[in-house]
T-cell receptor, first 116, second 115 residues
């Protein structure tokens, strides 16, 4: 089974621009979560989408937004980029384990965003 | 609220010696706990998970972890380190209020393996 894919893998943008990142989940997974990884703050949860609806949201400003399509693919958008938005953005897809009832998240390789 | 604390930011071992990466958790509920590994410039790979079944959990690549409720710990171990184990390891708890969609990460432990 194919894993989680993210595009693009690397991106360089200028302050003030906006950016859109894409994530394709594992086939059959309906939940997609997004995380930001930086050396200073570590891994932080951005938001989760399930069946095209935002189900959970982290503590990020409104410049960070996302959406999910009917095929479960997800995009996240960052508007008015700031230098501090430079990070590795990871997406993860998951489904509930019918045996244990727990969710297991599987991560993509990430998109490395550099803001200059 | 749930949280995890990784007690060591960096651990260095020699190849062939045991590995111990320590993690304590805080949770009001019976937690779902995970260990993930991240190799340089790569995404996160799930090593193992605890979901209230057996307290000793076996994962991939010879890693295992033991859930100890009395000590609120979930330490990761491996009997014999390999050079390819050098990476960053994250102890993670699933936020039970968020239907599994939100993971809370520890700060990570960088494992170095000396030849």
């Amino acid at each position: 089974k194919a894993g989680v894919t993210q595009t693009p893998r690397y991106l360089i943008k200028t302050r003030g621009q906006q950016v859109t990142l894409s994530c394709s989940p594992i086939s059959g997974h309906r939940s997609v979560s997004w995380y930001q990884q930086t050396p200073g703050q570590g891994l932080q949860f951005l938001f989760e989408y399930f069946s095209e609806t935002q189900r959970n949201k982290g503590n990020f400003p409104g410049r960070f937004s996302g959406r999910q399509f009917s095929n479960s693919r997800s995009e996240m958008n960052v508007s008015t980029l700031e230098l501090g938005d430079s990070a590795l953005y990871l997406c993860a897809s998951s489904r509930r384990n019918s045996g244990t009832g727990a969710y297991e998240q599987y991560f993509g390789p990430g998109t490395r965003l550099t803001v200059t | 609220a749930q949280s995890v604390t990784q007690l060591d930011s960096h651990v260095s071992v020699s190849e062939g010696t045991p590995v111990l990466l320590r993690c304590n958790y805080s949770s009001s509920y019976s937690p779902s706990l995970f260990w993930y590994v991240q190799h340089p410039n790569k995404g996160l790979q799930l090593l193992l998970k605890y979901t209230s079944a057996a307290t000793l959990v076996k994962g991939i690549n010879g890693f295992e972890a033991e859930f100890k409720k009395s000590e609120t710990s979930f330490h990761l171990t491996k009997p014999s380190a390999h050079m390819s184990d050098a990476a960053e390891y994250f102890c993670v708890v699933s936020d039970q209020n968020n239907q599994g969609g939100k993971l809370i990460f520890g700060q990570g432990t960088e494992l170095s393996v000396k030849p």
